[in-house]
C-alpha cells in the first residue's frame, strides 16, 4: 500500500472511530481487493462486500459490523445493493449505495440503473 492509500485508510479509521456507523459504503477506493480486505479489518469492520476496481478507476467496498445482519441482493462495479433486517423487531429496510457514471453524456445510463434497481424492491 502506498503513502496515500495510507492516509487515506487513517482518516476512515478516524471517521469511523468519530461516528461509529454500522454500515459504511465506500467508492473509488481503488484498491486491490487483498488490500480492501486488509483496510476494512483495520478500520475495524468485520464483514464486507469489496467489488475490485477495474483499470484505473473505480473500486467499491460495502463494509458492515458483526451485529448488523446484511444480504447483498446485487453488486456491479457501480452499485452494492442490499437488505438489512434489524434484529430487535425483524423490520427490514434496504440499502443501495452508488456511483454514477463520471461522464456527463452517460449519467442518463446510470439513472435508467437506479431505476431498474428501483424496480427489483
Known amino acids: 500500500m ?5 492516509q487515506r485508510i487513517n482518516a476512515q479509521r478516524n471517521i469511523v ?5 454500522k454500515i459504511v459504503f465506500l ?3 481503488k484498491l486491490r481487493k487483498k ?3 486488509r ?6 469492520f468485520v464483514y464486507g462486500l469489496v467489488v475490485p476496481k477495474s483499470n484505473r478507476s473505480g473500486g467499491l467496498a460495502m463494509l458492515w459490523r458483526k451485529e448488523i445482519n446484511l444480504y447483498i441482493m446485487g453488486y456491479a462495479g457501480n452499485y452494492i445493493d442490499a437488505i438489512v433486517t434489524e434484529s430487535t ?3 427490514r429496510w434496504r440499502i443501495t449505495s452508488f456511483y454514477e457514471h ?16 428501483n424496480k427489483k424492491f
Do not use: N
Open 2 to 6: 502506498g503513502r496515500k492509500s495510507e
Open 17 to 21: 472511530q468519530r461516528w461509529d456507523p
Open 27 to 29: 467508492s473509488k477506493t
Open 35 to 37: 488490500a480492501m480486505e
Open 39 to 44: 483496510a476494512k479489518a483495520r478500520v475495524g
Open 89 to 91: 423487531s425483524g423490520f
Open 102 to 117: 463520471p461522464k456527463t453524456h452517460k449519467r442518463k445510463e446510470s439513472w435508467d440503473q437506479l431505476c431498474a434497481l
